[in-house]
Protein backbone atom coordinates (compact mmCIF):
# COMPACT_ATOMS: atom_id res chain seq x y z
CA UNK A 1 0.00 0.00 0.00
CA UNK A 2 0.69 3.39 -0.64
CA UNK A 3 1.72 5.39 2.52
CA UNK A 4 -0.08 8.54 3.10
CA UNK A 5 2.44 10.97 2.69
CA UNK A 6 2.58 9.78 -0.72
CA UNK A 7 -0.77 10.10 -1.63
CA UNK A 8 -1.25 13.50 -0.11
CA UNK A 9 2.57 14.33 -1.70
CA UNK A 10 0.90 13.33 -4.81
CA UNK A 11 -1.98 15.44 -4.94
CA UNK A 12 -0.16 18.42 -3.76
CA UNK A 13 2.57 18.09 -6.29
CA UNK A 14 -0.16 18.12 -9.14
CA UNK A 15 -1.89 20.85 -7.17
CA UNK A 16 2.21 22.56 -7.69
CA UNK A 17 2.39 21.81 -11.59
CA UNK A 18 -1.47 23.08 -11.97
CA UNK A 19 -0.57 26.59 -10.35
CA UNK A 20 2.58 26.22 -12.86
CA UNK A 21 5.13 25.52 -10.44
CA UNK A 22 7.45 22.42 -10.19
CA UNK A 23 5.71 19.45 -8.91
CA UNK A 24 8.81 18.32 -6.82
CA UNK A 25 7.62 21.35 -4.76
CA UNK A 26 4.99 19.33 -3.46
CA UNK A 27 6.50 17.40 -0.79
CA UNK A 28 3.72 16.53 2.29
CA UNK A 29 5.26 15.89 5.94
CA UNK A 30 3.01 15.46 8.91
CA UNK A 31 2.76 19.11 10.48
CA UNK A 32 4.75 19.86 13.21
CA UNK A 33 2.23 21.76 14.85
CA UNK A 34 -0.28 19.29 15.09
CA UNK A 35 -2.13 22.29 16.57
CA UNK A 36 -2.52 23.93 13.88
CA UNK A 37 -3.02 21.22 11.19
CA UNK A 38 -2.38 17.72 10.33
CA UNK A 39 -0.02 17.69 7.34
CA UNK A 40 2.21 20.35 5.78
CA UNK A 41 3.68 21.23 2.64
CA UNK A 42 6.97 24.15 2.58
CA UNK A 43 7.60 23.91 -0.92
CA UNK A 44 6.26 27.67 -1.29
CA UNK A 45 8.94 28.46 0.84
CA UNK A 46 11.80 26.68 -1.00
CA UNK A 47 10.59 27.99 -4.90
CA UNK A 48 10.30 31.59 -3.81
CA UNK A 49 13.83 32.33 -4.95
CA UNK A 50 13.53 30.20 -8.26
CA UNK A 51 9.90 31.96 -8.96
CA UNK A 52 11.19 35.40 -7.91
CA UNK A 53 7.81 35.29 -6.08
CA UNK A 54 6.51 36.13 -2.44
CA UNK A 55 6.17 32.40 -1.36
CA UNK A 56 2.74 33.50 0.22
CA UNK A 57 1.82 34.06 -3.37
CA UNK A 58 2.87 30.64 -4.49
CA UNK A 59 1.16 29.08 -1.76
CA UNK A 60 -2.45 30.65 -2.66
CA UNK A 61 -2.12 29.73 -6.04
CA UNK A 62 -2.06 26.06 -4.75
CA UNK A 63 -4.35 26.76 -2.23
CA UNK A 64 -6.79 27.66 -4.86
CA UNK A 65 -6.02 25.06 -7.06
CA UNK A 66 -6.55 22.30 -3.78
CA UNK A 67 -9.91 24.31 -2.65
CA UNK A 68 -12.28 21.49 -4.01
CA UNK A 69 -10.46 18.63 -3.44
CA UNK A 70 -12.41 16.18 -1.51
CA UNK A 71 -8.86 14.86 -0.07
CA UNK A 72 -8.96 18.33 2.13
CA UNK A 73 -11.04 19.79 4.42
CA UNK A 74 -8.99 22.76 4.20
CA UNK A 75 -5.73 23.59 2.96
CA UNK A 76 -4.75 26.85 3.94
CA UNK A 77 -1.80 29.31 2.95
CA UNK A 78 -0.38 31.08 6.14
CA UNK A 79 1.90 33.60 6.01
CA UNK A 80 4.88 33.44 5.28
CA UNK A 81 4.04 30.40 2.26
CA UNK A 82 3.54 27.75 4.49
CA UNK A 83 0.75 25.21 3.20
CA UNK A 84 -1.42 23.93 5.74
CA UNK A 85 -3.45 20.34 5.11
CA UNK A 86 -6.50 19.03 6.90
CA UNK A 87 -7.86 15.73 5.97
CA UNK A 88 -11.01 15.16 5.16
CA UNK A 89 -12.97 12.51 7.21
CA UNK A 90 -14.10 10.73 4.31
CA UNK A 91 -10.76 10.37 2.68
CA UNK A 92 -9.28 9.37 6.24
CA UNK A 93 -11.55 6.78 6.67
CA UNK A 94 -10.98 5.15 3.38
CA UNK A 95 -7.20 4.79 4.13
CA UNK A 96 -8.02 3.05 7.17
CA UNK A 97 -10.53 0.48 5.61
CA UNK A 98 -7.78 -0.39 3.28
CA UNK A 99 -4.78 -0.58 5.70
CA UNK A 100 -7.47 -2.97 7.64
CA UNK A 101 -8.50 -5.35 4.73
CA UNK A 102 -4.87 -5.67 3.22
CA UNK A 103 -3.66 -8.33 5.73
CA UNK A 104 -0.66 -6.70 7.40
CA UNK A 105 -1.78 -2.96 8.20
CA UNK A 106 -0.56 -1.33 5.12
CA UNK A 107 2.68 -1.36 5.51
CA UNK A 108 4.91 -2.03 2.28
CA UNK A 109 6.52 -5.66 1.78
CA UNK A 110 10.00 -6.07 0.47
CA UNK A 111 11.64 -8.88 -1.38
CA UNK A 112 12.06 -11.86 1.48
CA UNK A 113 15.28 -11.73 2.64
CA UNK A 114 17.11 -14.49 5.16
CA UNK A 115 18.29 -12.98 7.81
CA UNK A 116 19.86 -14.25 11.03
CA UNK A 117 19.93 -13.24 14.25
CA UNK A 118 22.08 -14.10 16.89
CA UNK A 119 20.98 -13.24 20.01
CA UNK A 120 20.84 -14.22 23.45
CA UNK A 121 24.84 -15.42 23.80
CA UNK A 122 24.48 -17.15 27.50
CA UNK A 123 27.21 -19.26 28.91
CA UNK A 124 26.30 -22.84 29.47
CA UNK A 125 26.43 -23.74 33.24
CA UNK A 126 27.04 -19.75 34.20
CA UNK A 127 23.66 -18.52 35.61
CA UNK A 128 21.68 -16.45 33.20
CA UNK A 129 22.00 -12.82 34.54
CA UNK A 130 20.65 -9.34 33.01
CA UNK A 131 23.25 -9.10 30.84
CA UNK A 132 21.96 -11.31 28.79
CA UNK A 133 17.79 -9.89 29.34
CA UNK A 134 18.04 -7.01 26.88
CA UNK A 135 19.91 -9.10 24.33
CA UNK A 136 17.14 -11.56 24.40
CA UNK A 137 14.97 -8.70 25.01
CA UNK A 138 15.84 -7.03 21.96
CA UNK A 139 16.69 -9.19 19.48
CA UNK A 140 13.62 -11.00 19.88
CA UNK A 141 11.57 -8.10 19.20
CA UNK A 142 13.73 -7.34 15.84
CA UNK A 143 13.34 -10.78 15.15
CA UNK A 144 9.66 -10.13 15.45
CA UNK A 145 9.90 -7.07 13.63
CA UNK A 146 11.45 -8.19 10.51
CA UNK A 147 9.51 -11.69 10.12
CA UNK A 148 6.14 -9.01 10.11
CA UNK A 149 7.11 -7.83 6.32
CA UNK A 150 8.01 -11.29 5.26
CA UNK A 151 11.39 -11.80 5.85
CA UNK A 152 12.63 -15.49 6.83
CA UNK A 153 14.80 -14.83 9.89
CA UNK A 154 16.24 -17.74 11.87
CA UNK A 155 16.91 -16.70 15.29
CA UNK A 156 20.31 -18.15 16.72
CA UNK A 157 20.78 -18.21 20.56
CA UNK A 158 24.75 -19.04 19.56
CA UNK A 159 25.18 -20.48 23.02
CA UNK A 160 28.89 -19.65 24.29
CA UNK A 161 29.16 -23.89 25.55
CA UNK A 162 33.06 -23.63 24.40
CA UNK A 163 34.73 -22.06 27.17
CA UNK A 164 36.59 -22.07 30.33
CA UNK A 165 33.66 -22.19 32.64
CA UNK A 166 33.72 -25.87 31.24
CA UNK A 167 36.76 -26.81 31.74
CA UNK A 168 36.40 -25.17 35.59
CA UNK A 169 33.57 -27.40 36.60
CA UNK A 170 35.59 -30.64 35.28
CA UNK A 171 38.21 -30.08 37.58
CA UNK A 172 36.06 -28.76 40.57
CA UNK A 173 34.34 -32.24 39.96
CA UNK A 174 37.55 -34.18 39.45
CA UNK A 175 38.01 -32.83 43.41
CA UNK A 176 35.14 -33.69 44.66
CA UNK A 177 34.47 -36.89 42.98
CA UNK A 178 37.48 -38.42 42.15
CA UNK A 179 36.35 -41.83 42.06
CA UNK A 180 34.00 -41.40 38.75
CA UNK A 181 34.95 -43.13 35.66
CA UNK A 182 35.88 -40.25 34.31
CA UNK A 183 39.16 -39.28 35.63
CA UNK A 184 40.03 -43.08 35.78
CA UNK A 185 42.51 -42.80 33.03
CA UNK A 186 42.80 -46.79 32.28
CA UNK A 187 39.09 -46.67 31.41
CA UNK A 188 37.97 -47.68 27.92
CA UNK A 189 34.46 -48.56 28.04
CA UNK A 190 31.41 -46.72 27.39
CA UNK A 191 30.42 -43.71 29.58
CA UNK A 192 27.28 -43.46 31.35
CA UNK A 193 24.24 -41.82 29.74
CA UNK A 194 23.15 -40.29 33.36
CA UNK A 195 25.26 -37.34 33.85
CA UNK A 196 26.94 -37.22 37.46
CA UNK A 197 25.33 -34.14 38.96
CA UNK A 198 22.13 -31.68 38.70
CA UNK A 199 21.07 -28.44 37.69
CA UNK A 200 21.88 -27.50 41.50
CA UNK A 201 24.84 -29.36 41.90
CA UNK A 202 26.00 -26.99 39.00
CA UNK A 203 25.03 -23.83 40.01
CA UNK A 204 26.98 -24.40 42.73
CA UNK A 205 30.24 -26.66 41.49
CA UNK A 206 30.17 -23.56 39.11
CA UNK A 207 30.56 -20.26 41.31
CA UNK A 208 32.64 -22.66 43.94
CA UNK A 209 35.30 -23.41 40.80
CA UNK A 210 34.97 -19.85 39.56
CA UNK A 211 36.02 -18.49 42.90
CA UNK A 212 38.97 -20.83 43.66
CA UNK A 213 40.65 -20.46 40.24
CA UNK A 214 40.89 -16.73 41.01
CA UNK A 215 43.48 -17.70 43.91
CA UNK A 216 44.36 -21.67 43.35
CA UNK A 217 47.35 -21.02 40.36
CA UNK A 218 47.55 -25.09 39.76
CA UNK A 219 43.63 -25.38 40.03
CA UNK A 220 43.06 -22.57 37.31
CA UNK A 221 45.72 -23.98 35.02
CA UNK A 222 44.55 -27.80 35.65
CA UNK A 223 41.45 -25.70 34.43
CA UNK A 224 42.99 -24.24 31.39
CA UNK A 225 43.88 -27.86 30.41
CA UNK A 226 41.16 -29.49 30.66
CA UNK A 227 39.16 -26.96 28.36
CA UNK A 228 41.90 -27.76 25.97
CA UNK A 229 41.01 -31.62 25.88
CA UNK A 230 37.23 -31.25 25.26
CA UNK A 231 38.23 -28.44 22.15
CA UNK A 232 40.61 -31.72 21.33
CA UNK A 233 37.77 -34.01 22.11
CA UNK A 234 39.03 -36.41 24.34
CA UNK A 235 36.28 -38.72 24.81
CA UNK A 236 36.09 -38.65 28.86
CA UNK A 237 36.05 -34.55 28.58
CA UNK A 238 33.79 -34.48 25.57
CA UNK A 239 31.58 -37.08 27.66
CA UNK A 240 31.52 -34.74 30.82
CA UNK A 241 30.76 -31.44 28.56
CA UNK A 242 27.60 -33.60 26.65
CA UNK A 243 26.36 -33.69 30.19
CA UNK A 244 27.16 -30.41 31.33
CA UNK A 245 24.79 -29.43 28.11
CA UNK A 246 21.95 -31.94 28.63
CA UNK A 247 21.75 -30.50 32.62
CA UNK A 248 22.16 -26.91 31.63
CA UNK A 249 19.86 -26.72 28.20
CA UNK A 250 16.83 -27.52 29.39
CA UNK A 251 17.04 -24.76 31.99
CA UNK A 252 17.67 -22.03 29.66
CA UNK A 253 14.93 -23.01 27.61
CA UNK A 254 13.06 -22.81 30.61
CA UNK A 255 14.13 -19.39 31.10
CA UNK A 256 13.73 -18.43 28.13
CA UNK A 257 10.25 -19.93 27.48
CA UNK A 258 9.46 -17.53 30.81
CA UNK A 259 10.63 -14.10 29.19
CA UNK A 260 8.51 -15.29 25.57
CA UNK A 261 11.53 -15.78 23.71
CA UNK A 262 12.02 -18.35 21.22
CA UNK A 263 15.20 -19.54 19.07
CA UNK A 264 14.99 -21.12 15.87
CA UNK A 265 18.67 -22.63 16.67
CA UNK A 266 20.17 -24.13 19.78
CA UNK A 267 23.81 -23.74 18.26
CA UNK A 268 26.95 -22.76 20.29
CA UNK A 269 30.71 -21.86 19.67
CA UNK A 270 31.25 -25.60 19.52
CA UNK A 271 28.84 -26.11 15.99
CA UNK A 272 32.03 -24.09 14.91
CA UNK A 273 34.85 -25.97 15.78
CA UNK A 274 34.75 -27.93 12.69
CA UNK A 275 35.06 -24.85 10.36
CA UNK A 276 38.07 -23.42 11.85
CA UNK A 277 40.69 -25.35 10.29
CA UNK A 278 40.14 -24.78 7.00
CA UNK A 279 39.33 -21.62 7.53
CA UNK A 280 42.42 -20.74 9.12
CA UNK A 281 44.51 -22.74 6.22
CA UNK A 282 42.18 -20.15 3.76
CA UNK A 283 43.36 -17.32 5.49
CA UNK A 284 46.78 -18.36 5.60
CA UNK A 285 46.66 -19.20 1.14
CA UNK A 286 45.06 -15.83 0.36
CA UNK A 287 48.30 -14.49 2.13
CA UNK A 288 45.83 -12.42 5.33
CA UNK A 289 46.79 -14.20 8.50
CA UNK A 290 50.59 -13.76 9.74
CA UNK A 291 52.90 -14.34 12.91
CA UNK A 292 53.25 -12.01 15.11
CA UNK A 293 54.88 -12.48 18.77
CA UNK A 294 53.38 -16.82 17.78
CA UNK A 295 50.05 -15.96 17.00
CA UNK A 296 48.34 -16.09 13.86
CA UNK A 297 46.76 -12.70 12.89
CA UNK A 298 45.33 -10.66 10.54
CA UNK A 299 45.41 -6.78 10.00
CA UNK A 300 41.78 -5.13 10.32
CA UNK A 301 42.99 -1.28 10.50
CA UNK A 302 41.46 0.67 7.71
CA UNK A 303 42.37 4.09 6.15
CA UNK A 304 40.41 6.57 8.04
CA UNK A 305 39.77 4.87 11.07
CA UNK A 306 39.00 7.18 13.93
CA UNK A 307 40.38 4.44 16.56
CA UNK A 308 43.24 2.27 16.68
CA UNK A 309 42.13 -0.88 15.91
CA UNK A 310 44.73 -3.72 16.52
CA UNK A 311 44.88 -6.83 14.40
CA UNK A 312 42.52 -9.75 14.83
CA UNK A 313 43.96 -12.51 16.28
CA UNK A 314 43.20 -15.97 14.99
CA UNK A 315 45.02 -18.67 16.74
CA UNK A 316 47.28 -17.72 20.17
CA UNK A 317 50.58 -19.36 19.81
CA UNK A 318 49.49 -22.47 22.14
CA UNK A 319 47.19 -22.98 18.74
CA UNK A 320 44.23 -22.48 20.67
CA UNK A 321 41.20 -20.37 19.21
CA UNK A 322 39.41 -17.03 20.53
CA UNK A 323 36.17 -15.53 20.72
CA UNK A 324 37.19 -13.55 17.48
CA UNK A 325 38.04 -17.17 15.78
CA UNK A 326 34.25 -19.21 16.95
CA UNK A 327 32.68 -16.11 15.56
CA UNK A 328 34.47 -16.15 12.03
CA UNK A 329 34.20 -20.09 11.77
CA UNK A 330 30.25 -19.38 12.63
CA UNK A 331 30.04 -16.88 9.77
CA UNK A 332 31.34 -19.87 7.62
CA UNK A 333 28.98 -22.34 8.84
CA UNK A 334 26.14 -20.10 8.80
CA UNK A 335 26.88 -18.78 5.42
CA UNK A 336 26.90 -22.84 4.17
CA UNK A 337 23.88 -23.78 5.76
CA UNK A 338 21.58 -20.62 5.10
CA UNK A 339 23.51 -18.40 2.87
CA UNK A 340 21.41 -15.26 4.52
CA UNK A 341 21.34 -12.07 2.56
CA UNK A 342 21.91 -10.03 6.30
CA UNK A 343 23.41 -11.46 9.72
CA UNK A 344 22.32 -9.23 13.14
CA UNK A 345 24.44 -9.59 15.85
CA UNK A 346 23.09 -8.45 19.64
CA UNK A 347 25.52 -7.95 22.31
CA UNK A 348 26.71 -5.34 24.88
CA UNK A 349 28.64 -2.24 23.17
CA UNK A 350 31.56 -3.08 24.75
CA UNK A 351 31.41 -6.02 22.19
CA UNK A 352 32.11 -3.28 19.55
CA UNK A 353 35.27 -3.42 18.35
CA UNK A 354 35.04 -7.47 18.04
CA UNK A 355 32.58 -7.28 15.40
CA UNK A 356 34.41 -4.67 13.66
CA UNK A 357 37.37 -7.13 13.57
CA UNK A 358 35.43 -10.28 12.77
CA UNK A 359 33.52 -8.41 10.20
CA UNK A 360 36.45 -6.83 8.89
CA UNK A 361 38.28 -10.42 8.61
CA UNK A 362 35.34 -11.58 7.01
CA UNK A 363 35.20 -9.09 4.10
CA UNK A 364 38.78 -8.98 3.49
CA UNK A 365 38.72 -12.97 3.37
CA UNK A 366 35.26 -13.14 1.53
CA UNK A 367 34.10 -15.11 3.68
CA UNK A 368 30.92 -13.84 3.06
CA UNK A 369 29.31 -11.84 -0.44
CA UNK A 370 30.13 -8.86 -1.01
CA UNK A 371 26.32 -7.75 -0.76
CA UNK A 372 25.73 -9.58 2.56
CA UNK A 373 24.86 -7.41 5.15
CA UNK A 374 26.52 -7.94 8.71
CA UNK A 375 24.90 -5.69 11.38
CA UNK A 376 26.02 -5.35 15.16
CA UNK A 377 23.66 -3.55 17.34
CA UNK A 378 25.17 -2.65 20.53
CA UNK A 379 23.20 -2.18 23.37
CA UNK A 380 23.66 -0.37 27.16
CA UNK A 381 23.81 -1.26 30.42
CA UNK A 382 20.97 -1.89 32.76
CA UNK A 383 21.42 0.35 35.77
CA UNK A 384 20.08 0.13 39.24
CA UNK A 385 18.42 3.80 40.41
CA UNK A 386 22.27 4.39 41.54
CA UNK A 387 22.75 4.72 38.18
CA UNK A 388 25.28 1.67 38.48
CA UNK A 389 25.28 -1.87 36.77
CA UNK A 390 22.40 -3.67 38.28
CA UNK A 391 22.90 -5.72 41.62
CA UNK A 392 20.96 -7.57 44.32
CA UNK A 393 20.49 -5.99 47.33
CA UNK A 394 23.36 -8.27 48.97
CA UNK A 395 25.52 -6.85 46.12
CA UNK A 396 25.98 -9.86 44.11
CA UNK A 397 24.99 -9.97 40.15
CA UNK A 398 21.70 -10.08 39.73
CA UNK A 399 19.94 -13.37 38.10
CA UNK A 400 16.88 -13.14 35.83
CA UNK A 401 14.73 -14.91 37.46
CA UNK A 402 14.90 -12.93 40.31
CA UNK A 403 14.27 -9.79 38.39
CA UNK A 404 11.06 -11.24 36.63
CA UNK A 405 9.57 -11.93 39.95
CA UNK A 406 10.39 -8.75 41.75
CA UNK A 407 8.89 -6.99 38.76
CA UNK A 408 5.72 -9.71 38.44
CA UNK A 409 5.05 -9.27 42.67
CA UNK A 410 5.39 -5.60 42.15
CA UNK A 411 1.86 -5.99 39.54
CA UNK A 412 0.64 -8.42 41.75
CA UNK A 413 0.23 -5.49 44.53
CA UNK A 414 -0.90 -3.31 42.21
CA UNK A 415 -3.91 -5.46 41.05
CA UNK A 416 -4.62 -6.26 44.77
CA UNK A 417 -4.64 -2.38 45.50
CA UNK A 418 -7.23 -2.07 42.65
CA UNK A 419 -9.12 -5.13 43.58
CA UNK A 420 -10.28 -4.99 40.21
CA UNK A 421 -9.54 -8.95 40.18
CA UNK A 422 -9.34 -11.92 42.87
CA UNK A 423 -6.37 -13.19 44.21
CA UNK A 424 -5.85 -16.22 41.88
CA UNK A 425 -6.32 -14.32 38.85
CA UNK A 426 -3.78 -12.12 40.04
CA UNK A 427 -1.40 -14.18 40.48
CA UNK A 428 -1.91 -15.49 37.08
CA UNK A 429 -2.26 -12.78 34.96
CA UNK A 430 0.48 -10.57 36.64
CA UNK A 431 2.99 -12.95 34.92
CA UNK A 432 1.93 -11.53 31.35
CA UNK A 433 1.80 -8.04 32.97
CA UNK A 434 4.94 -8.65 34.65
CA UNK A 435 6.61 -9.39 31.32
CA UNK A 436 4.91 -6.49 29.44
CA UNK A 437 6.44 -4.14 32.56
CA UNK A 438 9.91 -5.50 31.64
CA UNK A 439 10.50 -5.66 28.45
CA UNK A 440 8.56 -2.50 27.23
CA UNK A 441 10.39 -0.73 30.12
CA UNK A 442 13.77 -1.70 28.38
CA UNK A 443 12.38 -1.43 24.69
CA UNK A 444 11.08 1.95 25.12
CA UNK A 445 14.56 3.20 25.22
CA UNK A 446 16.71 3.62 22.39
CA UNK A 447 18.84 0.20 22.65
CA UNK A 448 22.76 2.04 22.76
CA UNK A 449 21.55 3.91 25.58
CA UNK A 450 22.15 3.01 28.88
CA UNK A 451 18.53 3.19 31.16
CA UNK A 452 17.75 2.84 34.61
CA UNK A 453 15.80 -0.09 35.63
CA UNK A 454 12.39 1.47 38.09
CA UNK A 455 10.25 -1.96 39.16
CA UNK A 456 8.26 1.43 40.49
CA UNK A 457 7.92 3.13 37.43
CA UNK A 458 7.94 0.61 35.13
CA UNK A 459 4.65 -1.42 36.57
CA UNK A 460 2.69 1.76 36.95
CA UNK A 461 -0.63 1.13 35.35
CA UNK A 462 -0.26 4.77 34.08
CA UNK A 463 2.26 7.10 32.02
CA UNK A 464 4.52 5.37 29.59
CA UNK A 465 4.67 1.75 30.26
CA UNK A 466 3.68 -1.88 29.53
CA UNK A 467 0.78 -2.22 32.00
CA UNK A 468 -0.77 1.20 30.03
CA UNK A 469 -0.99 -0.57 27.03
CA UNK A 470 -2.22 -3.57 28.25
CA UNK A 471 -4.83 -1.69 30.26
CA UNK A 472 -5.79 0.14 27.33
CA UNK A 473 -5.88 -3.23 25.23
CA UNK A 474 -7.96 -4.74 27.80
CA UNK A 475 -10.41 -2.02 27.58
CA UNK A 476 -11.51 -2.54 24.37
CA UNK A 477 -11.99 -5.93 24.45
CA UNK A 478 -14.00 -5.47 27.57
CA UNK A 479 -16.23 -3.03 25.28
CA UNK A 480 -15.84 -5.17 22.30
CA UNK A 481 -17.17 -7.97 24.64
CA UNK A 482 -20.48 -5.79 26.12
CA UNK A 483 -20.99 -4.91 22.24
CA UNK A 484 -20.94 -8.62 21.27
CA UNK A 485 -23.02 -9.86 24.47
CA UNK A 486 -25.81 -7.50 23.60
CA UNK A 487 -26.27 -9.55 19.90
CA UNK A 488 -24.27 -7.52 17.64
CA UNK A 489 -20.98 -8.19 15.60
CA UNK A 490 -18.41 -6.40 14.58
CA UNK A 491 -18.71 -5.32 10.76
CA UNK A 492 -19.16 -1.72 10.40
CA UNK A 493 -17.21 0.46 8.29
CA UNK A 494 -14.78 2.92 9.05
CA UNK A 495 -16.80 6.24 10.56
CA UNK A 496 -16.12 9.27 8.88
CA UNK A 497 -15.32 10.81 12.12
CA UNK A 498 -17.59 13.65 13.56
CA UNK A 499 -15.70 14.60 16.77
CA UNK A 500 -12.14 15.61 16.91
CA UNK A 501 -11.46 12.76 19.39
CA UNK A 502 -12.20 10.55 16.22
CA UNK A 503 -10.40 12.02 13.82
CA UNK A 504 -7.30 12.30 15.93
CA UNK A 505 -7.75 8.42 16.84
CA UNK A 506 -8.04 7.61 12.60
CA UNK A 507 -4.61 9.92 12.40
CA UNK A 508 -2.73 8.04 14.11
CA UNK A 509 -3.50 4.99 13.00
CA UNK A 510 -2.85 6.29 9.39
CA UNK A 511 0.30 6.73 10.56
CA UNK A 512 1.21 3.28 11.33
CA UNK A 513 2.34 2.12 7.45
CA UNK A 514 5.38 5.06 7.46
CA UNK A 515 6.39 4.91 11.24
CA UNK A 516 7.00 1.19 10.83
CA UNK A 517 9.02 1.42 7.67
CA UNK A 518 11.64 3.60 10.08
CA UNK A 519 11.34 0.56 12.69
CA UNK A 520 12.52 -2.35 10.43
CA UNK A 521 15.07 -0.05 8.63
CA UNK A 522 16.61 1.65 12.27
CA UNK A 523 15.78 -1.85 14.06
CA UNK A 524 14.08 0.71 16.17
CA UNK A 525 11.50 -1.16 18.64
CA UNK A 526 11.46 2.10 20.63
CA UNK A 527 9.87 3.62 18.29
CA UNK A 528 7.10 1.12 18.03
CA UNK A 529 7.02 1.83 21.55
CA UNK A 530 6.82 5.46 21.46
CA UNK A 531 4.12 5.11 18.31
CA UNK A 532 1.60 2.65 20.33
CA UNK A 533 1.59 5.07 23.08
CA UNK A 534 0.55 7.68 21.05
CA UNK A 535 -1.91 5.48 19.79
CA UNK A 536 -2.88 4.50 23.02
CA UNK A 537 -3.47 7.98 24.46
CA UNK A 538 -5.32 8.72 21.48
CA UNK A 539 -7.68 5.92 21.69
CA UNK A 540 -8.03 7.16 25.90
CA UNK A 541 -8.63 10.23 25.22
CA UNK A 542 -11.69 9.55 22.48
CA UNK A 543 -12.69 6.78 24.96
CA UNK A 544 -12.93 9.66 27.49
CA UNK A 545 -15.32 11.90 25.32
CA UNK A 546 -17.38 9.32 23.43
CA UNK A 547 -20.50 7.22 24.45
CA UNK A 548 -19.41 4.02 23.14
CA UNK A 549 -22.19 1.15 24.32
CA UNK A 550 -24.84 3.76 25.17
CA UNK A 551 -24.93 5.37 21.74
CA UNK A 552 -28.24 5.07 20.21
CA UNK A 553 -27.39 5.76 16.15
CA UNK A 554 -26.62 2.23 15.38
CA UNK A 555 -25.00 3.07 12.50
CA UNK A 556 -23.06 5.33 14.64
CA UNK A 557 -21.87 2.79 17.15
CA UNK A 558 -21.53 0.27 14.71
CA UNK A 559 -18.42 2.83 13.18
CA UNK A 560 -17.08 3.53 16.53
CA UNK A 561 -16.96 0.09 17.53
CA UNK A 562 -15.15 -0.39 14.32
CA UNK A 563 -12.50 2.42 14.81
CA UNK A 564 -11.94 0.72 18.29
CA UNK A 565 -11.65 -3.36 17.34
CA UNK A 566 -9.09 -1.99 14.52
CA UNK A 567 -7.20 0.04 17.33
CA UNK A 568 -7.67 -3.27 19.31
CA UNK A 569 -6.05 -5.37 16.22
CA UNK A 570 -3.01 -2.77 15.43
CA UNK A 571 -1.96 -2.49 19.30
CA UNK A 572 -2.23 -6.65 19.18
CA UNK A 573 -0.10 -7.18 16.52
CA UNK A 574 2.84 -4.14 18.03
CA UNK A 575 3.15 -5.09 20.62
CA UNK A 576 2.97 -8.99 19.22
CA UNK A 577 6.72 -7.47 17.22
CA UNK A 578 7.71 -6.20 20.89
CA UNK A 579 7.12 -9.83 22.47
CA UNK A 580 4.56 -9.37 24.98
CA UNK A 581 0.94 -9.78 24.72
CA UNK A 582 -2.19 -9.05 26.79
CA UNK A 583 -4.41 -10.16 29.10
CA UNK A 584 -8.36 -10.61 28.67
CA UNK A 585 -8.91 -8.66 32.04
CA UNK A 586 -6.63 -7.01 34.39
N1 LIG B 1 28.51 -15.54 24.97
C1 LIG B 1 28.82 -14.17 24.69
C2 LIG B 1 28.85 -13.37 25.99
O1 LIG B 1 28.26 -13.76 26.97
C3 LIG B 1 27.84 -13.52 23.75
C4 LIG B 1 27.75 -14.12 22.38
C5 LIG B 1 27.20 -13.17 21.37
N2 LIG B 1 27.18 -13.71 20.03
C6 LIG B 1 28.25 -13.85 19.26
N3 LIG B 1 28.12 -14.40 18.06
N4 LIG B 1 29.45 -13.49 19.64
O2 LIG B 1 29.46 -12.31 26.00
Known amino acids: MEFITDIISKEVSEAFERAGYDPALGKVTVSNRPDLCEYQCNGAMAGAKRYHTAPIKIAEAVAAVLKDNPMFEEAAAIAPGFLNLTLSGAFLASYAENMASDGHHGIRLPKPETIIIDYGGPNVAKPLHVGHLRSAVIGESIKRILAFEGHHVIGDIHLGDWGLQMGLIIEELRDRKPELVYFDESYTGAYPSEPPFTLADLEEIYPAASARSKTDEAFAARAHEATGKIQRREPAYLALWQHIMAVSVPDLKKNYRKLNV?????????????????????????????????????????????????????????????????????IVEREKLYHPDRMIYLTDKRQEMHFTQVFRVARKAGLVPDDTDLTFIGFGTMNGKDGKPFKTREGGVMRLEYLLSEINKAVYDRMMENRSVDQAEAAEISDIIGLAALKYGDLSNQASKDYVFDVERFSSFEGNTGPYILYTIVRIKSILRKYEESGKAVSGAFPVPESASAKKLLLELVRFPELYDSVQAEYAPHRLCAYIYDLANEFNHFYHETKILGETDEQLQAGYIRLISYTRELLESCIDMLGFSAPEKM
Open 262 to 330: YFDLWKGESDAMPYIPDMVQDFKDKGLAYLSDGALVIDVAEEGDSKELPPCIILKSDGASLYQTTDLAT
